[in-house]
């Protein structure tokens, strides 16, 4: 009975506990349910502008020399002195005196062939001096003959009455000696005047020799071409040279060059309407310095690489680029004019979704606006589609971003 009692304790404790939670779950006053509120997000926009845009083409390009030379000796010799600025990035103008050689064999040649010259003049005033007088001289042979002649024609009509066979024959021969003088005295004239023919020919050579050796004696003073900066100098003072020797590199400063590489699909894009006379700009930057050089797209490679997929352009910077730092073998960026998109929207890029989406808001509400990509600018991209003027475009980007979200364009 005890342990009957003892056993009945606990379970009594334990249904009353139940009794008691129950009654307190059914006498608990109801509460109403919290209301689910709708997420209203904060986005940045840009109006819808449609437009005829051309942007910018950002391009890399090495500088070239234009036009540069490889400075020759061409005469042989000791150099005798070099011009100031002859330096490897020497600046030098047309026409400056970079390298002179010893002129001293060159002087010698030049004074003889000059005293050639002038025996060869005085030898033809020589031959023209007997010219004239032989002239003189068959003028009066042809009197002389003349004269014979008349006194040979007077004797025949009076052989045999008062004159003698023996005087005629005399007579004859007086008349044939005076014909023979002619014909010599002319034979002697035309080989003067031969001879005289070959001098003037002989003065003319030795007047190309002239020539030649003044422009050798000339040559000794190498002189700038055109202006510019040296490179590669390859001589000093004292150096003997032979004819040919490579003395310096000198590069046009004043035409340097913009070697731009474009794909198939950017050259159709900027240049399907010619490549002459287009403008850049090129920029190259040195440190923290940017220097800003215009330029002409001027022309195109030869030939196109296969293996790049693209064709080499030339910008000419028409700047002078004389006293800057620019050199050939820079890296510079080139911006060019693209082709012309007719009505279009130009968007920052983070409004495109998908490639082919965009989103308006219409009451406060995203409405989604189907569009095509049909170009870019740098970091903003051109669209087609249905676009209308002056609504807004989401810029802003979240995970939820769909039609029907609500959205309020922050201040």
Same mark, same amino acid.
């Given at each position: 009975m005890i342990r009957f009692r003892k056993a009945l304790f606990p379970i009594g404790l334990l249904l009353g506990a139940i009794a008691i939670a129950g009654w307190l779950r059914a006498t608990k006053p109801s509460s109403p349910a919290n209301p689910i509120t709708e997420h209203i997000w904060t986005v940045d926009v840009l109006p819808v502008?449609?437009?005829?845009?051309?942007?910018?083409?950002?391009?890399? &390009?090495?500088?070239?020399?234009?036009?540069?030379?490889?400075?020759?000796?061409?005469?042989?010799?000791?150099v005798e002195s070099v011009g100031s600025n002859f330096a490897n990035g020497g600046i030098v103008e047309k026409g400056e005196t970079l390298v002179t050689i010893d002129s001293f064999f060159h002087d010698r040649d030049l004074m003889e062939q000059r005293a050639l010259l002038r025996q060869a003049m005085a030898r033809l005033d020589e031959l023209t001096a007997k010219v004239e007088i032989e002239g003189l001289l068959l003028f009066e042979d042809h009197a002389q003959l003349a004269i014979s002649q008349d006194d040979l024609a007077r004797y025949e009509e009076l052989v045999g009455e008062a004159v003698s066979e023996r005087k005629l024959d005399k007579v004859r021969l007086a008349a044939s000696r005076a014909q023979s003088q002619v014909l010599l005295r002319e034979q002697q004239l035309l080989a003067l005047k031969a001879q005289i023919n070959q001098q003037i020919a002989f003065i003319d050579k030795l007047e190309a020799s002239v020539e030649r050796a003044a422009r050798k004696r000339m040559d000794t003073q190498m002189r700038?071409?055109?202006?510019? $900066?040296?490179?590669?100098?390859?001589? +000093?003072?004292?150096?003997?040279?032979?004819?040919?020797?490579?003395?310096?590199?000198?590069?046009?400063?004043?035409?340097?060059?913009?070697?731009?590489?474009?794909?198939?699909?950017?050259? @159709?894009? &900027?240049? @399907?309407?010619?490549?002459? +006379?287009?403008?850049?700009?090129?920029n190259w930057k040195t440190g923290s310095k940017l220097i800003v050089f215009n330029a002409v797209v001027e022309r195109l490679e030869s030939e196109i690489d296969p293996?790049?997929?693209?064709?080499?352009? $030339?910008?000419?910077?028409? @700047? +002078?680029?004389? +006293?800057?730092a620019i050199r050939p073998g820079a890296f510079v960026e080139v911006i060019v004019p693209d082709r012309v998109y007719e009505k279009v929207v130009r968007l920052p890029q983070e409004a495109l979704h998908e490639g082919s989406r965009v989103y308006a808001i219409v009451g406060g509400r995203l409405e989604e606006r189907m569009v095509d990509l049909v170009g870019r600018d740098g970091d903003w991209v051109l669209l087609k589609g249905a676009l209308v003027d002056g609504e807004d475009i989401v810029l802003t980007r979240f995970t939820e971003i769909g039609p029907g979200v609500s959205v309020t364009i922050a201040e």
């Amino acid at each position: 009975m005890i342990r009957f009692r003892k056993a009945l304790f606990p379970i009594g404790l334990l249904l009353g506990a139940i009794a008691i939670a129950g009654w307190l779950r059914a006498t608990k006053p109801s509460s109403p349910a919290n209301p689910i509120t709708e997420h209203i997000w904060t986005v940045d926009v840009l109006p819808v502008v449609v437009a005829d845009i051309q942007p910018e083409m950002r391009l890399f &390009a090495q500088i070239v020399a234009g036009r540069e030379v490889e400075l020759r000796a061409l005469v042989a010799g000791t150099v005798e002195s070099v011009g100031s600025n002859f330096a490897n990035g020497g600046i030098v103008e047309k026409g400056e005196t970079l390298v002179t050689i010893d002129s001293f064999f060159h002087d010698r040649d030049l004074m003889e062939q000059r005293a050639l010259l002038r025996q060869a003049m005085a030898r033809l005033d020589e031959l023209t001096a007997k010219v004239e007088i032989e002239g003189l001289l068959l003028f009066e042979d042809h009197a002389q003959l003349a004269i014979s002649q008349d006194d040979l024609a007077r004797y025949e009509e009076l052989v045999g009455e008062a004159v003698s066979e023996r005087k005629l024959d005399k007579v004859r021969l007086a008349a044939s000696r005076a014909q023979s003088q002619v014909l010599l005295r002319e034979q002697q004239l035309l080989a003067l005047k031969a001879q005289i023919n070959q001098q003037i020919a002989f003065i003319d050579k030795l007047e190309a020799s002239v020539e030649r050796a003044a422009r050798k004696r000339m040559d000794t003073q190498m002189r700038a071409p055109f202006g510019g $900066y040296l490179t590669d100098i390859m001589v +000093n003072e004292g150096m003997q040279l032979s004819m040919g020797d490579s003395v310096a590199q000198l590069i046009d400063a004043n035409q340097l060059e913009a070697r731009i590489f474009l794909s198939h699909k950017q050259f @159709s894009r &900027a240049f @399907s309407g010619g490549v002459v +006379n287009k403008p850049a700009i090129v920029n190259w930057k040195t440190g923290s310095k940017l220097i800003v050089f215009n330029a002409v797209v001027e022309r195109l490679e030869s030939e196109i690489d296969p293996a790049l997929g693209g064709v080499h352009m $030339y910008a000419r910077l028409d @700047s +002078n680029t004389t +006293n800057t730092a620019i050199r050939p073998g820079a890296f510079v960026e080139v911006i060019v004019p693209d082709r012309v998109y007719e009505k279009v929207v130009r968007l920052p890029q983070e409004a495109l979704h998908e490639g082919s989406r965009v989103y308006a808001i219409v009451g406060g509400r995203l409405e989604e606006r189907m569009v095509d990509l049909v170009g870019r600018d740098g970091d903003w991209v051109l669209l087609k589609g249905a676009l209308v003027d002056g609504e807004d475009i989401v810029l802003t980007r979240f995970t939820e971003i769909g039609p029907g979200v609500s959205v309020t364009i922050a201040e």
